[in-house]
T-cell receptor, first 114, second 113 residues
Framework: DTAVSQTPKYLVTQMGNDKSIKCEQN?????MYWYKQDSKKFLKIMFS???????INETVPNRFSPKSPDKAHLNLHINSLELGDSAVYFC?????????????FGPGTRLTVL | GNSVTQMEGPVTLSEEAFLTINCTYT??????LFWYVQYPGEGLQLLLK?????DKGSNKGFEATYRKETTSFHLEKGSVQVSDSAVYFC????????????FGAGTRLFVKA
């Protein structure tokens, strides 16, 4: 049983396109996250949702828009893709926002912008 | 702001060698500390954690002790295996609109047979 799943695993697209990445968790967690990992493996938080509400919004271009239709799903839509958006994007979840929890990561989506 | 600094890699060891990966942190409060491991092509997974000073986290032969006086959380293993080859991330979790986790830059470990 996959705990945190993401689709697609690989995404290759042209500059200027719009794309979405989907994430689902079946752990019953309340909090979900999006991270960006660059080519040097540096991991940076982008967004966090708790029970469908945005609670962390780092300095991310507004071309990136997260959407949480329910607490088990957190999708990431990216408009007008740029070369610098190429990275691996990880979704994660944790039990709640009331204490520092272990995070459970998805397998990642490797985005390549040409 | 809060931050995590870990030793630069890559670290290359022979099988059965002793491993230390240094991690220090800066925090205004009392964060929880974590080590996560990322195997090739996979997402991160928790290796061990400690939630207060002097706690020792351990798992799969790895250990780390939360040292408040030196603001450190160094990862150690007595005898590494080829299967331990991965990228290791030190992290702290702080309150900030929910709990935000700040990751170190990661340290790549190669273990040779």
């Amino acid at each position: 049983d996959t705990a945190v799943s993401q689709t697609p695993k690989y995404l290759v697209t042209q500059m200027g396109n719009d794309k979405s990445i989907k994430c689902e968790q079946n752990l019953g967690h309340d909090t979900m996250y999006w991270y960006k990992q660059d080519s040097k493996k540096f991991l940076k938080i982008m967004f966090s949702y708790n029970n469908k509400e945005l609670i962390i919004n780092e300095t991310v271009p507004n071309r990136f828009s997260p959407k949480s239709p329910d607490k088990a799903h957190l999708n990431l839509h990216i408009n007008s893709l740029e070369l610098g958006d190429s990275a691996v994007y990880f979704c994660a979840s944790s039990q709640g926002s009331g204490s520092p929890d272990t995070q459970y990561f998805g397998p990642g989506t490797r985005l390549t912008v040409l | 702001g809060n931050s995590v600094t870990q030793m630069e890699g890559p670290v290359t060891l022979s099988e059965e060698a002793f491993l230390t990966i240094n991690c220090t942190y800066t925090a205004t409060g009392y964060p929880s500390l974590f080590w996560y491991v990322q195997y090739p092509g996979e997402g991160l997974q928790l290796l061990l954690k400690a939630t207060k000073a002097d706690d020792k986290g351990s798992n799969k032969g790895f250990e780390a002790t939360y040292r408040k006086e030196t603001t450190s959380f160094h990862l150690e293993k007595g005898s590494v295996q080829v299967s331990d080859s991965a990228v290791y991330f030190c992290a702290l979790s702080e309150r900030g609109g929910g709990f935000k986790t700040i990751f170190g830059a990661g340290t790549r470990l190669f273990v040779k047979a």
